[in-house]
């Protein structure tokens, strides 16, 4: 089992030290989120909660995802970076190229890209960018990413994309693995034409019917030997949780988290987080 540690909500001058510490506790990565920002009121739902509203606030720090994991690839040399998760479609996929070839490059290839098509329409309506097609151009940009990411030539003619023969560099030396998250069946077929799928946190028990089905897709597709992550975040687990998690087929799992008892962000000192760090890689680790 692969275990990292989320700096989602972490604030940005305790951000970089955490890190460190996590990498002296044995982790074997952290990972990033991503948002651009957040409105002052809530027009579209949150997916991933019942009640369909966020959890942290307009003052919760989202830095910029590949700034900061090349940052934290200079400061840690052991650590992995994984984006949990990249607003893919959000953007142009020239700029993410551009952005995500740099980190690789810069971190010797510690980078993992996990991506989402995202929820929240206001965000792409800033940047320009279609929300109602997100999962479709997500599905083209997939389709010549790698090659752009690893400095090749690059042409490519699609319905949403539509460019000529063009270079990117630097070229990364290797492919960057790429995740895919969602439950929707499109996202977990996306998932299984790449290196692996993430979920949110779930209770143990939740988690072997997710695994199995996402096996099944990768059945479907003819898929199943080659290498794929599987990842969920575990809630309130038990000692023996992550063994039997690994035995039916989960690689990787996220550490603590930094949220209140009512499952909201809430600021906290540096030495409080490296508290619960610590607590959880001693019991499980």
């Excluded at 400095?151 to 990117?168: I, N, P, R, S, V």
């Excluded at 992550?229 to 087929?249: I, M, Y």
Aim: include cysteine.
């Amino acid at each position: 089992m692969k275990f990292w540690q989320s700096l989602v909500f972490v604030e940005i001058d305790q951000v970089i030290a955490l890190a460190q510490f996590c990498e002296e506790l044995g982790f074997y990565g952290v990972s990033v989120a991503d948002h651009l920002v957040t409105t002052k009121v809530q027009s579209d739902d949150y997916f991933f909660r019942e009640d369909g509203n966020i959890f942290w606030n307009p003052e919760t720090h989202w830095p910029d995802p590949w700034a900061l994991t090349t940052a934290l690839s200079q400061q840690c040399q052991q650590l992995n970076f994984l984006s949990s998760i990249f607003i893919l479609p959000m953007r142009d996929p020239f700029s993410v190229a551009k952005a995500l070839s740099t980190a690789a490059c810069l971190s010797n290839n510690r980078i993992t890209m996990g991506i989402g098509v995202g929820w929240q329409k206001a965000e792409f309506e800033l940047l320009g960018q279609d929300f109602h097609t997100r999962g479709k151009r997500t599905d083209e940009m997939l389709q010549f990413l790698p090659q752009l990411m690893r400095g090749e030539m690059t042409e490519f003619h699609g319905k949403f994309y539509d460019f000529d023969a063009l270079q990117m560099s630097p070229g990364t030396e290797q492919d960057i693995p790429i995740m895919v998250g969602g439950y929707a069946e499109a996202a977990l077929r996306r998932a299984a034409r790449h290196d692996g799928w993430m979920a949110t946190s779930h209770v143990e028990a939740e988690i072997y019917p997710l695994l199995e089905k996402i096996k099944t897709i990768r059945t479907e597709h003819d898929d199943s030997e080659r290498p794929f992550e599987l990842w969920s975040g575990v809630k309130q687990p038990e000692q023996d949780s992550f063994k039997r998690l690994e035995a039916a087929g989960l690689t990787m799992t996220n550490g603590t988290n930094f949220l209140d008892g009512q499952g909201r962000v809430v600021p906290s000192s540096l030495d409080d987080k490296k508290r619960k760090v610590e607590a959880f890689a001693k019991q499980f680790f």
